[in-house]
């Protein structure tokens, strides 16, 4: 049975860099196409990042384009964020998610992980 479990999450300064990851227990995703959510505090899930099981289209949101890359290990069965010039407003709950069910931007997809928290101090 697939289990998202995320890990790397933790406090940063700003400017700074984290990298964020995703197991799938189960070792059931290689053909799933995957994406990173976030939530802040009072805030709705948004969209962080997409890429799908070939591996070879990604998509990013407009807050992280540029700073942010999602790429994925199949030997290994992980899905991974680097995430690079850090902002405070990069403060959030970070879910990896896998198997959309509609457009892979809306946070409906059929596998959930609990979620790690990333804090950017200014």
């Known amino acids: 049975q697939a289990q998202l479990v995320e890990s790397g999450g933790g406090l940063v300064q700003a400017g700074g860099s984290l990298r964020v990851s995703c197991v799938d227990s189960?070792?059931?995703?290689?053909?799933?196409?995957m994406a990173w959510f976030r939530q802040g505090p009072g805030k709705e899930r948004e969209f962080v990042a997409f890429?799908?099981?070939?591996?070879?289209?990604?998509d990013y949101g407009d807050s992280v384009k540029g700073r942010f890359t999602i790429s994925r290990d199949y030997a290994e069965g992980t899905m991974s964020l680097q995430m690079n010039s850090l902002k405070p407003e990069d403060t959030a709950v970070y879910f990896c998610?896998?198997?959309?069910?509609?457009?892979?931007?809306?946070?409906?997809?059929?596998?959930w992980g609990q979620g790690t928290q990333v804090t950017v101090s200014s």
């Open positions: 890429i799908n099981w070939e591996g070879d289209t990604s």
């Open positions: 998610a896998a198997q959309p069910i509609g457009y892979h931007r809306d946070p409906e997809y059929h596998l």
């Open positions: 189960g070792r059931t995703f290689v053909h799933d196409s």
